[in-house]
């Protein structure tokens, strides 16, 4: 039990300092966009070292929209904090806890896979053929398989204790 205090600890840590973060980069972001912020006519924007600057309208909205699916990861984060709290207060076999895990699972799928495309598409854009796996997406796709296994034998667990509790 001391361990997934301790567990639950870091991962609110986490979680508080990622809310942080996202909410101090929203207003530098609307700050630069309203002029409240002065921008260096210097600055180079740039997504996986590709200058936004040089690409088209669509191309831009691609790039910003795989890196938006990383929200995900902070959604999934709040997900896992809830089976953690579940956890706590000894609810092990929650049907939230199933739907969570399997929710996880898929929103790292899609992270891991925005991760992938935006390392391959990003050097397209500037003309050049480039792989770059950093396995950071792959890890990402491999944790959410495991995830969704792990909600299939949460489920399965949950149908075990029920037919154990019928039969005692």
Do not use: C
């Not at 980069?25 to 006519?41: A, M, R, Y």
Request: aromatic share 14%.
């Amino acid at each position: 039990m001391k361990k997934i205090k301790i567990l639950k600890n870091i991962i609110d840590f986490i979680w508080w300092l990622s809310i942080t973060a996202i909410v101090i980069l929203f207003f530098i972001l609307l700050g630069t966009l309203t002029g409240i912020i002065e921008v260096s006519p210097n600055f180079r924007f740039s997504i996986n070292e590709t200058d936004l600057d040089n690409l088209t309208k669509i191309q831009q909205i691609i790039l910003i929209i795989l890196h938006l699916t990383k929200l995900l990861l902070i959604y999934s984060l709040y997900l896992f904090r809830q089976i953690i709290h579940n956890f706590n207060s000894l609810k092990i076999f929650n049907n939230l806890i199933i739907k969570n895990f399997n929710l996880i699972g898929y929103n790292l799928i899609v992270v891991g896979f925005a991760f992938i495309l935006s390392d391959f598409i990003a050097p397209l854009f500037n003309n050049i053929i480039y792989m770059n796996f950093h396995g950071f997406g792959v890890g990402l796709i491999s944790a959410g398989l495991f995830s969704i296994v792990l909600s299939e034998i949460f489920k399965i667990a949950k149908t075990q204790k029920q037919e154990n509790d019928l039969t005692i």
